[in-house]
């Protein structure tokens, strides 16, 4: 069973990840946490972003593992724990110049098929192009406004800032981040975390629940 949880950047979608796979007792799966990894290490290795043979080939001979938990997931190259790194503002700025390599989303999307099932998926295109045949799909948006303030919880910027480096993110990231045509689209903006993570346990079929 795979439930599949995709939505604009900031939407609440590891948040609402964990809530979900937390109550079905099963992992999620963080894919944008592969092409933050992506990204840190070719920002490391002063390569250009937008040299997909060499990302790619950085990629290979450093190969990433990530820790899918329903507590939150952990992404490892070798014995080096790249989690804390990967939340910071010069990925943010680099990451969807990586996620626009096809090269890098063919491997990225190999590692994520290859996990075993159950769990939930989220990111921009769990529902439309990694796993179409999901029980389950939903899609979160909020306005970025709304987006930036959360998000503001948390960095250091302040709020136009965020919102501004959300926009720009959003519109590099149209070209994979869209509604699979059988997602349900939740509006978080009005909703509480909690809130969000009802409405879609509400939504499962029964025989997702059960299993
Ligand atoms: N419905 C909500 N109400 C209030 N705060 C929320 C809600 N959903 C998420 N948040 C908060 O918004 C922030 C962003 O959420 P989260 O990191 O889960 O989003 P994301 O979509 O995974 O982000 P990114 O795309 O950058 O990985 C977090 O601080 C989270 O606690
Ligand atoms: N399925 C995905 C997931 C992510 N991306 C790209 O990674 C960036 C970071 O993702 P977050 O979920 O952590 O915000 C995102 O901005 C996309 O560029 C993707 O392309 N596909």
Redesign the pocket.
Known sequence: MIVTID?V????????SGGVARALGVPYVSS?LLYRAATLLGLEARLDLHDAPAVLAHLQGHPLRLEPLAGGNRIWQGDRELTGELHSTRVDAGVSVVAALPEVRAWVDAQLRALPAPFVA?GRDMGTAVFPHAGAKFY?TASPRIRAQ??A??RPEDVPAIEAALVRRDELDRVQSAPAPDAVVID?GP???D??IQTILAQLPAQLTSA
Do not use: F, I
């Not at 950047?9 to 609402?16: N, Q």
């Open positions: 939505g950047a900031a939407s609440g979608k590891s948040s609402v944008g989220e979160l959360r998000r919880q948390e978080t909703l509480t975390l809130g969000v």
